[in-house]
């Protein structure tokens, strides 16, 4: 069979979970015999690096130039679309959501619906944003739908309230951090205990409801740091609120760099903490497992689908519950070893090889099926 993957995201982003989901997809289809095609005519990906090179239709830069991005994003889309109608392909899986489709006449088109974010907490984003009208337009457009989660896949029949025939479930993958030696870590400098949080920090993440509830702890305040990793660095907001909730000089810290970097971090912190309000599926709990951390999470949305019994769990919108979550992980080194031990068996559920049959699947009975 053969596999069109559109311009979408790879040429809009040089790193991001759904090209690294794109991009270990096609990996895994290549090993499956089929034939793959990533049409990104002028992107900026560096994951697509690893494939062969006859899969990637395209040239990569390191960036655009200055304003330029919307018009690249326009000669993208007509290229591509070209492109993916000369290759002829049996099925066209779109990156992302787009006015217009990309898949040529008669020829079936897939859709991956990663979360239900921006309809879910319409309030967080500008009147401006488009987000929700494009996934709509995209989902009417599609043959059928991949929810990464079926929390996922709840939420978008009961907002779009549509066929529930036309939406499937496939999980992600999980991938090794590339191996580090474990005694040091490194470039990260880390001295005193810490707790780790991973990813961006937007408004339903709720990383200021994670620094308002180690601030009323005096004994996660008085013992540990907290380090941030990954996204932008720290805001004019958050570091006024680290000055207003008192905290010492450097106890919150964020730090960038590797997948060795982050594969450090995961193994020398006391525990990862995600706090959010809500994820479509969430990698970071199980690389933490993968690193024998322990995990603490929000227990909201698609959390606990994907965790299971591998994290202590506490409602995000209470300081107190969260507080007392992860003081009954870091004060208990038993509790912590249960939840060690359970990560260990919890993250071996999730394989890009597993992902990538369960979608051919999908792929075989929609092709079938027109």
């Known amino acids: 069979m053969k596999i069109a993957f559109d311009y979408q995201k790879f040429c ?26 990533v049409f990104a005519p002028i992107h900026l990906n560096q994951y697509v690096r690893a494939l062969p090179p006859s899969v990637v239709h395209g040239y990569g830069l390191p960036r655009y130039l200055p304003r330029t991005e919307p018009l690249m994003m326009m000669i993208n889309q007509w290229i591509s679309k070209n492109s993916i109608r000369r290759w002829q392909p049996n099925i066209v899986h779109e990156t992302y959501f787009n006015r217009q489709g990309s898949a040529p006449r008669g020829c079936p088109t897939v859709l991956t619906v990663y979360d239900m974010i921006h309809e879910k907490f319409k309030e967080l984003f500008p009147v401006t944003d488009s987000e929700s009208r494009l996934k709509r337009m ?123 970097v982050l594969g450090k971090l995961y193994a020398h912190a006391m525990a990862y903490i995600l706090p959010s309000l809500y994820e479509g599926f969430g990698l970071p709990p199980l690389e933490a497992m993968l690193h024998n951390c322990p995990v603490i999470s929000s227990n909201t949305s698609s959390m606990p689908e994907v965790i299971g019994n591998a994290a202590e769990y506490f409602d995000p919108v209470s300081n107190e519950q969260m507080a007392n979550a992860i003081e009954r992980v870091v004060f208990s080194p038993t509790r912590a070893e249960e939840l060690v031990k359970a990560g260990q068996v919890r993250h071996k559920l999730f394989t890009w090889e597993q992902c990538a049959k369960k979608t051919m699947h999908i792929y075989h009975k929609i092709n079938d099926g027109l």
Request: hydrophobic share 35%; net charge positive; with cysteine.
């Open 12 to 37: 809009a982003q040089p790193y991001g979970g759904i090209t690294r989901y794109f991009t270990r997809l096609a990996e895994q289809l290549l090993q499956l015999g089929q034939e793959v095609g």
């Open 138 to 260: 995209a989902i009417d457009r599609a043959d059928h739908i991949i929810c990464i989660s079926n929390n996922t896949r709840k939420d978008l029949l009961e907002i779009f309230n549509i066929n529930e025939s036309k939406v499937s479930v496939v999980h992600l993958g999980l991938e090794q951090i590339r191996s580090f030696n474990s005694s040091s870590t490194g470039s990260t400098q880390i001295i005193r205990p810490y707790l780790l949080y991973v990813g961006s920090r937007g408004p339903y993440k709720n990383f200021p409801g994670l620094l308002k509830t180690l601030a009323s702890s005096k004994r996660l305040r008085h013992e540990f740091d907290l380090v941030t990793f990954g996204s932008s660095a720290l805001t004019i907001t958050e570091k006024n609120l680290i000055v207003e909730l008192k905290f010492r000089d450097n106890q919150i810290r964020h730090v960038t760099g590797s997948d060795e």
